[in-house]
């Protein structure tokens, strides 16, 4: 079954911290890669995807995630986080070839501490 | 601002009612996908219309049910609620041939 799986539920940091968020997916086949923010009460943003070519992209907000196939991840990292980032953060999956249908996973939760 | 809005912005209402979800895409987008966001599911796919016509389903009840129309607007209609349909739902849009969807600012439904 295709399942985007998110390793951390909840992280806090100080700000200047180092930031990576694990998420590793399962899907047959190619797949395109996105990792959403949601600021608090408001709606899903785009920071980065991965379709295909180099395997890490830079995103917005300095965000970058890395695409290591033989391991099915898609990992977020940002060198120094800031107060604005506390938001959550959302990793999904679309296969190339099929309707579009995004595959979420469960949401990490990333508390900035100023 | 995504350019995809949702209308109302919150919906507050009783078990065994019905309700309208409307959602306007991007100018010129044709794909419009659903998506419902709760505490114990996390957010999973409903439903996506292209041009009209139904395209995927997802995980949606048979008390729920989608339409888009000629102007590309969609309408999520959701019925004989209970409480566990209380959730945020989101609308999505996408370009022919893009991957990237956009999102509206969503409808937080409670069912009381």
């Known amino acids: 079954a295709q399942s985007v799986s998110q390793h951390n539920h909840h992280v806090i940091l100080s700000e200047a911290a180092s930031l990576e968020l694990g998420c590793n997916y399962s899907?047959?086949?190619?797949?395109?890669l996105f990792w959403y923010v949601q600021y608090p009460g408001q709606h899903l943003q785009l920071l980065l995807k991965?379709?295909?070519?180099?395997?890490l992209v830079k995103g917005i907000k300095g965000f970058e995630a890395e695409f290591i196939k033989s391991k099915f991840s898609f990992n977020l990292r940002k060198p120094s986080v800031q107060w604005s980032d506390t938001a959550e953060y959302f990793c999904?999956?679309?296969?190339?070839?099929?309707?579009?249908?995004?595959?979420f996973g469960q949401g990490t939760t990333l508390q900035v501490k100023p | 601002d995504s350019g995809v809005t949702q209308t109302p912005k919150h919906l507050i209402t009783a078990t065994g009612q019905r309700v309208t979800l409307r959602c306007s895409p991007r100018?010129?987008?044709?794909?419009v996908y659903w998506y419902q966001q709760s505490l114990d599911q996390g957010l999973q796919f409903l439903i996506q219309?292209?041009?009209?016509?139904?395209?995927a389903k997802g995980n949606i009840l048979e008390r729920f049910s989608a339409q888009q129309f000629p102007d590309l607007h969609s309408e999520l209609n959701l019925s004989s609620l209970e409480l566990g349909d209380s959730a945020l739902y989101f609308c999505?849009?996408?370009?022919?041939?893009?991957?990237?969807?956009?999102f509206g600012p969503g409808t937080r439904l409670t069912v009381l």
């Open positions: 219309y292209y041009n009209g016509e139904e395209r």
């Open positions: 100018s010129g987008d044709l794909s």
């Open positions: 999505a849009s996408q370009t022919s041939g893009g991957h990237e969807q956009f």
């Open positions: 899907y047959g086949g190619t797949v395109n």
């Open positions: 991965y379709f295909s070519g180099d395997p």
């Open positions: 999904a999956v679309t296969g190339s070839s099929n309707t579009g249908k995004l595959i």
